[in-house]
């Protein structure tokens, strides 16, 4: 029975991946990606197929009613150092009050290392350094409706900016997570980055028109350039997991998630989990329908402290095009 009903959701997940060779007529519309950029070593270990089985403070990124299966208190670190100067970081905390529910928050920045400002008349610099740097500032309220039902809001203030030029604004997560009673099978539901489009501003967009070039006394007008608005980045998600092996001290678990963005086509992550006397665990996935990332791998140490646990993650992630990509993260729940 857990054999056919984890079968059955696989199958609905290979037929929504049937449609991966259609091309989306929005591909690489919508900007602020670094919200799509994936975070924590255990997740992405198991490239990304985690929406229904993520349940710590990392939930707070892949699906907000995760948080509702924290117990207490729950500290979540994660670090990516991309290519070229650039990192992407991400933190988060969740407190239950029993009764009420989890609230969560949590923070991602996107930062690179200062750049010479250069000009055609200036090919060597002007003596003026810029950087660029993406901010993600969420709160988050999850709670179980029932035993096996749990849902999760967030509200988050989105922020990218580049030398003088900014552009701002709020978005919404919404995610669900239903245990459907047999085993731990589980299926995940997360709608992510819903909210209105972004446009840069800054005084770098400030000049001064002439009105009336036949006019040589005339006064220049201030004006400024005005720049084109932009959407977020929206991804439905959809997944199964399921543990198909617990035996003493050995365990796995298995996950495959559908993804539906705005601005691509249709991607399936698949990952698997192994946990050896619960406090060891070995990862692996593999990721359809991405134009860089394919296999990854991971593994994990837990640490128990008293009543709460300290857990260590690490990731790796091979890239077709640019060089692979290592992802870590600490957790501590207490």
């Known amino acids: 029975m857990r054999m056919k009903s984890l079968v059955t959701c696989l199958a609905i997940l290979l037929a929504c991946a049937a449609q991966l060779r259609a091309q989306n007529p929005n591909l690489g519309t919508s900007g602020a990606q670094f919200l ?9 270990g198991m490239a990304g197929a985690t929406v229904s089985s993520v349940r710590d403070a990392a939930a707070l990124f892949w699906n907000p009613a995760g948080i509702a ?16 100067t650039i990192s992407v970081n ?10 009420i529910g989890s609230f969560g928050v ?5 930062s690179m ?3 010479d400002v250069t000009t055609e008349l200036e090919p060597n610099g002007t003596g003026e350094q810029f950087d660029a740097q993406d901010l ?8 179980h409706l029932t035993e096996d039902f749990a849902v999760g809001l967030t509200v988050k203030y989105v922020r990218q900016s580049i030398w003088n030029e900014s552009a701002d604004g709020v978005a919404f997560d919404v995610g669900t997570q239903f245990r459907m009673g047999v085993g731990d099978l589980t299926i995940g539901m997360s709608l992510l980055n819903f909210g209105g489009d972004l446009r840069y501003a800054g005084e770098d967009l ?3 028109f002439d009105q009336s070039t036949a006019l040589p006394a005339n006064r220049l007008t201030p004006a400024a350039y005005a720049t084109d608005d932009y959407p977020l980045p929206l991804n439905f998600q959809v997944g199964v997991s399921m543990t198909v092996l617990d035996l003493e001290g050995f365990s796995a678990l ?18 698997a989990e192994l946990k050896i006397v619960k406090y060891f665990a070995l990862r692996g996935g593999y990721r359809l329908g991405y134009d860089l990332e394919s296999f990854t791998l991971g593994a994990g140490v837990l640490l128990p402290i008293g009543d709460g646990r300290i857990v260590f993650d690490y990731a790796y992630a091979i890239q077709d095009l640019l060089p692979d990509l290592h992802r870590i993260s600490l957790g501590c729940s207490f």
């Open 36 to 44: 799509q950029i994936p975070v924590g070593a255990r997740e992405t």
């Open 69 to 84: 299966g924290v117990q207490a208190n729950d500290l979540f670190f994660a670090h990516t150092p991309y290519w070229a």
């Open 90 to 99: 991400h933190a988060g905390y969740v407190h239950t009050f029993e009764d």
């Open 106 to 110: 949590s923070v991602t920045v996107l």
């Open 113 to 115: 290392d200062p750049m």
């Open 136 to 143: 993600m500032v969420g709160g988050t309220f999850a709670r």
């Open 206 to 208: 400030n000049v001064k």
């Open 254 to 271: 298995v996950g495959a998630d559908f993804n539906h963005p705005n601005d691509n086509k249709e991607r399936v992550d698949f990952g």
